[in-house]
């Protein structure tokens, strides 16, 4: 050894290093460009001073992140099992559930806003409200939760309310599901695979017995026994998020109107009432 100092310059840096990382993005992409967060910093525009509004707008912009990827899969899943595929559509599915635990997580961080912190801004936005997220009522309508007159707050854009409108009309994920009970031999009547689709669905016995035999002989029937469990997910995720919407709002105004209009807490007690896929969990009392 020359007893000479190291230098910590000059030589090549270590394998590990953070020199290592790439720095010259004048000819390739950034993170920042690929994910565009110049537009996405400048949506959050708050519209008063108040501290938490910055807070408030962050959920929901996260939230509609999310509400948007789970149509995304759920239509993916939907044309697979318009196409009689029932194994592929559980991976969207299981997307889906585990996107609908991070909607839920976030009333969490926004229940950390108290009924004075909201009071600062409140006023501001007037009539604005997440009853009128077309990804949220994409969600239901995808999900069989139908409802004509909730098109109308999309009625003053086109691009928000056609989309909307052919959702409406067409099968939900378990209409889709219910066909292929009935491609299966299972006794699905007539009038459930062609019933009008714009309207709720309706418990129909002859279906109840058709999960019956499923859910009697899984062996037989494991894959629709497999995507039935996967939509009890989906709904139980649904009824934790629309709970957690429930109390966060109750704790947030108590008992005053919503900013869209609705009576608050007693619309969204209302809505805990919906059951999507009525046969699936009617099948557990007759096992």
Known sequence: MSGEPSCPFGGPAPEHSAEQAHRDFSRSLSYGDYLHLD??????QPITDAHDEHLFIAIHHVSEVWLSLIVRELQAAMRLLDAGITDAPLKMLTRVVRAQEQLTAAWDVLKTMTPADYLQFRGAFGQASGFQSQNYRMVEFLLGNRNSTLLRPHEHRADLHRPLAAALHAPSVYDLTLRLLAARGLPVPAEVLQRDYAQPYQTNEAVLASWLSVYCDTETYWDLYELAEKLVDVEDNFRRWRFNHLTTV???????????????????????????FPELWDVRTQL
């Open 39 to 44: 537009e996405l910093r400048s949506a959050h």
């Open 250 to 276: 109750e704790r947030t105004i108590g008992f005053k109107r919503g900013s869209g209009g609705t009576s608050g807490v007693g619309y969204l007690r209302g809505a805990l009432d919906v059951v999507l």
